[in-house]
């Protein structure tokens, strides 16, 4: 595997289909699935790794997000990738953006409501993978739903010539959503966690047995975080898969979607809802995730 630092020294490494697994590191079984998938279907795989500034808007938060890039190089060459694109924030922004990619439409509610910026700063430094790698296909997470969405809508939009192609949620041996901050999360905080997963399981088990209310399956998981003590969630929402809009009835394909702080942690997690067929929960751990390995630093 390469290491580059530099678009054009990464696309000097193409040989065949492209794949592109964007990331901010600290990688974990999620980004790892990703990694395998693009494998099946590219010549080249790369795998961008880059804390991007411009999608925080807490900089505390910008400056806690883990980081150990010599794990992240060893793990992303085990499973398969060609070239480990890591960038300065010089080559990312050699100059202050002047542009700003926005899609409003798509980022108006849940964490565009909640974390203001943080879409926009997705989208501009998607765009400029984008448009600097070239890939033919580039793989996200279903995890961050409303991201997927706004990244397969700014391919079109632009005319990227890349497919976008999302790849069910990984989960932990207890249902949580795999992420890199949940390595934040306390002791005493992982009982509660779990009832994230339930929530949205149980709404998904509804809505294969007919329910179609948004608000009745808003409530079933707002209804097992209640259960569980934790605070009031930020939101729970029911949304197009394609625009990210709220909808009052499952009549579309949707995804299910729930932000919630846990201790001093912020979890986000949904389930993929399709009215014509079975709902997307993702996939489960059998095993401890590697996050937790011993030696894994921060």
Request: aromatic share 6%; hydrophobic share 45%; net charge negative.
């Amino acid at each position: 595997m390469r290491v580059t630092a530099t678009f054009a020294a990464t696309r000097a490494e193409y040989r065949g289909r492209v794949a592109l697994v964007p990331t901010m590191g600290f990688f974990h079984e999620g980004h790892l699935a990703l990694m395998g998938a693009a494998r099946e279907q590219a010549g080249t795989v790369v795998v961008s790794l880059f804390v991007n500034p411009m999608q925080f808007n807490d900089p505390a938060d910008l400056a806690a997000y883990p980081r150990d890039r010599e794990r992240d190089a060893a793990l992303a060459e085990a499973s398969g990738a060609d070239v480990l694109f890591a960038p300065s924030p010089e080559e990312m922004y050699p100059l202050a953006p002047a542009v700003r990619v926005s899609l409003p439409d798509l980022s108006a509610e849940m964490e565009g409501a909640h974390r203001p910026g943080h879409l926009d700063g997705v989208a501009l430094v998607v765009a400029k993978l984008y448009a600097g790698l070239r890939p033919d296909l580039a793989f996200f997470g279903r995890k961050d739903a409303q991201q997927l969405a706004v990244v397969t809508r700014l391919a079109a939009d632009l005319s990227f010539p890349v497919e976008v192609v999302g790849y069910p949620t990984v989960r932990e041996r207890d249902g949580l959503a795999l992420s890199s901050r949940n390595v934040f999360l306390a002791p005493e905080d992982r009982a509660g966690v779990g009832s994230l997963s339930r929530g949205l399981f149980v709404a998904a088990d509804a809505a294969e047995a007919g329910e179609r209310s948004g608000a009745a399956l808003e409530g079933l998981v707002a209804a097992e975080l209640e259960a569980a003590g934790l605070p009031s969630p930020e939101y729970v929402a029911l949304a197009d898969a394609s625009s990210a809009t709220r909808i009052p009835c499952l009549d579309r394909p949707a995804f299910l979607a729930v932000a919630a702080r846990v201790g001093t942690v912020r979890l986000i997690d949904n389930v993929f809802l399709d009215p014509e067929g079975p709902a997307d929960r993702g996939v489960r751990l059998e095993r401890d995730s590697l996050l937790y390995a011993k030696g894994v630093g921060c």
